[in-house]
C-alpha cells in the first residue's frame, strides 16, 4: 500500500508543479492587463490587482482599424480552416479507401509538407504574391494558412477513415446508395472527432500567424490581429498595460474555443494518430 502510495503522490506531483509553471504567464498577463500603470513598473511584484483598471482594454480596442484587424483574423481564419476540412476530408478518403499509382509517395509529400519550417519560404512566398499583384490582399494569406494546416488535416482524418470498417461502407451501397451517398450518410457522421480537432489545430495556426502577414500586408486594410498585437510598441517605449490587454483579448476565441470543443478534440488527436 505504501509503495502504491508514492506510486500515485509523484505523477500527481509533477502534474502539479508543470500546471502551475505553464499557468503563471498566462494569469500574469491577465493580471498584469488589469493593473495600473505605476504597479506595472513596481519593481516590487503586484501578484493580485485589487485595484485594478479597465483603462488598458480601452486603449487596446481604441487604436485605429481594430474592427478591421478583427474582421480580416475571422475571414482568413474561417476560410483556411473550412476550404481544408473539405480538400483533406476527400483527400483522405482516397488515399484511406482506394489504392492508385502514386499513393505512397502521396503520403510522403503529406509528411513532410507537414514537418517543412514555413519560415524559410517567407522570401519565395513573398517574390509568388508580389510578382501576381496581391501584396496586401486577404487572397494570399488565406491560401497559404490553408497550405500549413492541410497536411496536418489530411493525416489526422485519414486515420479516422481508415479506422471505420468498410462493411458500413458496403452495406450502405448494397442498399442502393451510391459511393458518394454512402461516404455522407455512414463515414462523414463518424468523423466529427477528427473535424474538431483538426479545426482546432487550424483555427490556432492561422489565428496566431505573425511572420507571414508581417510581410505580405503592409496596408492596415489587410492586416490581422497579431499585426494589432505589435502596434503598442514605440520608439517612446512599450505599453505593458495595453499589449498584455490586447494579448488577454486575443487568446480569448481560442480559450473559448478549446473550451467547447476539448474533449472531442483531444480525443480526436488520439484517435487519428493510432488507427489506420
Known amino acids: ?13 509533477i502534474a502539479a508543479v508543470l500546471f502551475v ?5 498566462v494569469y500574469w498577463m491577465v493580471a498584469t492587463s ?10 516590487d511584484p503586484v501578484f493580485l490587482p485589487l485595484d485594478g483598471t479597465w483603462a488598458h ?26 476550404g481544408s476540412l473539405v480538400i483533406a476530408t476527400l483527400a483522405a478518403f482516397a488515399v484511406a479507401r482506394m489504392r492508385f499509382r502514386g499513393r505512397r509517395g502521396f503520403v510522403l509529400v503529406v ?7 514555413w519560415e524559410v519560404m517567407i522570401i519565395a512566398a513573398y517574390l509568388i504574391v508580389r510578382d501576381n499583384d496581391l501584396l496586401n490582399s486577404l487572397v494570399p494569406l488565406t491560401a497559404f494558412y490553408l497550405m ?10 485519414r486515420g479516422f477513415i481508415a479506422a471505420v470498417p468498410k462493411e458500413l461502407e458496403e452495406s450502405a451501397m448494397v442498399d442502393g446508395c451510391t459511393r458518394t451517398q454512402a461516404f455522407a450518410k455512414v463515414i462523414f457522421p463518424l468523423l466529427a472527432p477528427g473535424l474538431m480537432s483538426t479545426s482546432l489545430f487550424g483555427f490556432i495556426t492561422a489565428w496566431n500567424e505573425f511572420p507571414l502577414v508581417n510581410i505580405l500586408s503592409k496596408k492596415e486594410s489587410a492586416q490581422t490581429l497579431p499585426l494589432w498585437l505589435s502596434s503598442f510598441q514605440t520608439n517612446a517605449g512599450t505599453d505593458w498595460g495595453a499589449t498584455m490587454a490586447a494579448s488577454t483579448l ?13 474533449r472531442k478534440a483531444v480525443g480526436g488527436l488520439t484517435d487519428g494518430a493510432v488507427k489506420g
Do not use: C, E
Open 1 to 13: 500500500m505504501r509503495r502504491s502510495l508514492i506510486g500515485r503522490t509523484w505523477p500527481n506531483a
Open 21 to 25: 509553471f505553464f499557468l503563471f504567464p
Open 34 to 43: 488589469f493593473k495600473r500603470d505605476k504597479d506595472i513598473v513596481s519593481r
Open 57 to 82: 482594454f480601452d486603449r487596446a480596442v481604441h487604436v485605429p482599424h481594430f474592427w478591421t484587424y478583427v474582421t480580416n483574423s475571422l475571414v482568413v481564419t474561417a476560410g483556411a480552416v473550412l
Open 111 to 117: 509528411m513532410a509538407a507537414q514537418m517543412a519550417p
Open 148 to 157: 500549413m494546416v492541410l497536411p496536418f488535416t489530411i493525416w489526422t482524418l
Open 250 to 262: 486575443f487568446a480569448l476565441p481560442i480559450l473559448i474555443l478549446f473550451v467547447f470543443l476539448q
